[in-house]
């Protein structure tokens, strides 16, 4: 089976991360290997597991395990990464000191989708064994910025890029040298942006591949319906399109009529209204033998 990558996305409030919990348990009990991943700051998975989570793979029956993604520690590594390139770089850097700088840059607008993107880049690199990673993600705001990210800082780096290769050209510096038939690049700056280049063009072909599958959240009413089109005319604009509906909370298994027309293609579920609290490992599975009728196809 090859790896596939189901985020779960939508407005604040409509039930993300019950859903994808839901999911994650269902798929582990067909012995599906999988892994649930909270990039969600509020975390509500270890409410609804009733358990601690964090950056290490805490197992939850025979093939689920869950992670809990730190901000924090990856906003400082990502701060620290960049200030060790700077220095390998610009060796004059020691002529001024840049720690005061990065006690403010820690605040910077973008850092927690960088931060949230290293995550991610690292969970694929390690899981590499799992057959389904779920990613429960953060409300609409953070999540598209996360998305975005790799398509905006592409464009950003390719135009650097162009600038790198145009000062050397105007100075009539080489910046490549020729040992036998290889050419070999001398210019750190230069490696640095194309190396960064690949890293986020593979993102972004990940995010569009078929590998991804975007579970788009919402219930049946109109605030959630209306966050729900926006989601998906934002990441339609980036080319990333909407796999399925989950429309959480449903009563007698109907739906709203706009939300049908809205999204003919994607593959619509729906989660029916529990009235029990769906906390603890035990709950989650007492909804699934209740409704798989329901959510038999997930």
């Known amino acids: 089976m090859k790896q596939q990558l189901h985020f779960f996305i939508g407005k604040g409030g409509v039930g993300k991360s019950t859903t994808s ?5 269902h798929l582990s009990n067909a012995s599906v290997d999988t892994l649930l991943v909270s990039m969600d700051p509020a975390h509500n998975q270890r409410d609804i597991f009733q358990k601690d989570f964090s950056e290490n793979p805490q197992k939850i029956g ?11 520690y990856w906003i400082k590594k990502y701060l620290k990464e960049t200030q060790d390139n700077i220095k390998k770089t610009y060796r004059y850097e020691s002529a001024f000191n840049l ?4 006690n403010v840059l820690q605040f910077s ?8 993107l290293l995550a991610f880049e690292n969970i694929i690199r390690t899981f590499t064994d799992k057959d389904i990673i779920i990613f429960d993600m953060a409300p609409t705001a953070l999540a598209l ?15 650097l890029l162009k600038l790198r290769n145009e000062i050397y050209a105007k100075k009539e510096i080489i910046s490549k040298i020729k040992i036998g038939k290889k050419e070999l690049e001398q210019d750190k700056v230069k490696l640095k942006l194309e190396m960064m280049i690949r890293s986020h063009r593979s993102l972004r072909d990940l995010f569009r591949s078929r590998a991804t599958v975007i579970n788009l959240v919402m219930n049946n009413d109109k605030l959630s319906f209306s966050e729900a089109v926006r989601i998906k005319k934002k ?12 429309v959480n909370k449903t009563i007698k298994k ?9 999204f003919e293609t994607p593959k619509i579920i729906l989660f029916p209204f529990f009235a029990k609290n769906l906390l603890g490992y035990s709950a989650l599975n007492e909804f699934i033998d209740s409704n798989r009728e329901s959510i038999g196809n997930i």
């Open 21 to 25: 919990a839901i999911t994650s348990v």
């Open 62 to 72: 025979n093939h689920l395990s869950v992670i809990e993604i730190d901000s924090d």
């Open 99 to 102: 720690q005061n700088y990065f």
């Open 109 to 116: 607008p973008g850092l927690e989708e960088y931060a949230l």
């Open 145 to 159: 910025r996360f998305f975005s990210m790799p398509f905006i800082t592409l464009i950003w780096l390719e135009e």
């Open 235 to 246: 990441l339609a604009d980036i080319g990333i399109q909407i796999g399925r509906i989950v």
């Open 254 to 262: 109907k739906i709203a009529d706009e939300i049908k027309k809205e």
